[in-house]
């Protein structure tokens, strides 16, 4: 059974940081691409980032955070990770890890001064 739990998020200032972690089981994680997808308040999921397997590590990124969120994995410890630099208000948002159509219960991201 594929299990994604996030972890990480709180209350930010605009401008700080956060790093958002996405613990994996029941699949072999470093052979999947895994993606980041956030939720705001009364709008829809919107695609975040997405990091490719291993073999090719490559990243992408919405442009809205492009230069400011960094997607990384660590595939010994099976995680996810999302580093959230120089935070806007409007990336307050449930974060969501991705693997396939399995996702985790999220981990609320709230950026306010």
């Known amino acids: 059974e594929v299990q994604l739990v996030e972890s990480g998020g709180g209350l930010v200032q605009p401008g700080g940081s956060l790093r958002l972690s996405c613990a994996a089981s029941g699949f072999t994680f470093g052979t999947v691409d895994m993606t980041w997808v956030r939720q705001a308040p009364g709008k829809d999921l919107e695609w975040v980032s997405l990091l490719t397997t291993s073999s090719t590590g490559s990243t992408r990124y919405t442009n809205s955070v492009k230069g400011r969120f960094t997607i990384s994995r660590d595939n010994n410890k099976n995680t996810l990770y999302l580093q959230l630099d120089n935070t806007k208000t409007e990336d307050t948002a449930m974060y969501y890890c991705?693997?396939?159509?399995?996702r985790g219960q999220g981990t609320q991201v709230t950026v306010s001064s």
């Open positions: 991705f693997q396939g159509q399995n």
